[in-house]
């Protein structure tokens, strides 16, 4: 039975040809021992840098986008959906699912919970100096996408699917420099998750 947070970013490797997003994806392997961490360090080991001005950002868009978190999670995994649709078979509430994806419950249920921590880790990010993820849920995060063989290229179409589900959220307030404050905070997640890609004890 898979968490309520669990598979936040773990996503296929076949992206459907006629929707890939604008950046490369190039090819991956699977193989166990193949390098899963970016050049950037892991939250742990690094000094976060978020300004009080992306902090303002973030906190004002979400604050906007907060009471329809239910809306906007689904949205946000439907496009991932759209980009590599085998996605699907990660999430055994899907499998055999005979329920439009629109429409499921259960899949409603885990895309807002996702969405809802992402962003609430996002706000807290300036004062707290950290990812405010809970320890337990990152090292459990960690050990999935180990051994699931995730790569860089995999939080890249997440992130895509992210920053575009905002961006049609808070059209009139969107700008290169919420888009990058948002960025940065997801990108800060994501090395929180990276520091514990490791072998389960």
């Known amino acids: 039975m898979p968490s309520r947070v669990n598979f936040i970013f ?20 699977h193989h166990p021992t193949m390098s899963l961490f970016s050049d950037r360090s892991p939250a742990s080991d690094a000094t ?20 329809n978190s239910g809306e906007l999670g689904l949205k946000f995994f439907l496009k991932i959906f759209e980009i590599a649709p085998s996605a699907q078979k990660l999430f055994s ?6 329920v439009p994806l629109e429409k499921n419950p259960k899949l409603k249920s885990h895309a807002m919970a996702v969405f809802v921590m992402t962003c609430e880790s996002a706000v807290q990010l300036r004062k707290a100096g950290k990812v ?5 849920t990152l090292k459990k995060l960690g050990g999935v996408h180990y051994k699931s063989g995730v790569v860089d290229e995999h939080y890249e179409v997440t992130k895509f699917a992210l920053l575009e589900t905002m ?3 808070v059209p009139e307030m969107w700008s290169p420099e919420m888009k990058n404050a948002w960025g940065q905070a997801y990108d800060q997640l994501v090395a929180a998750i990276k520091s514990e890609m490791k072998p389960s004890s």
């Open 10 to 29: 773990l996503y296929m490797l076949n992206l459907h040809p006629r929707e890939k997003p604008s950046f490369n994806i190039i090819s991956f392997s």
């Open 48 to 67: 976060i840098c978020f300004t009080e001005e992306q902090e303002a950002l973030v906190v004002k868009s979400w604050n906007s986008m907060k009471k």
């Open 93 to 98: 509430f899907l499998k055999d699912s005979k």
């Open 132 to 136: 405010t993820v809970r320890d337990s």
């Open 167 to 169: 961006k049609e959220a």
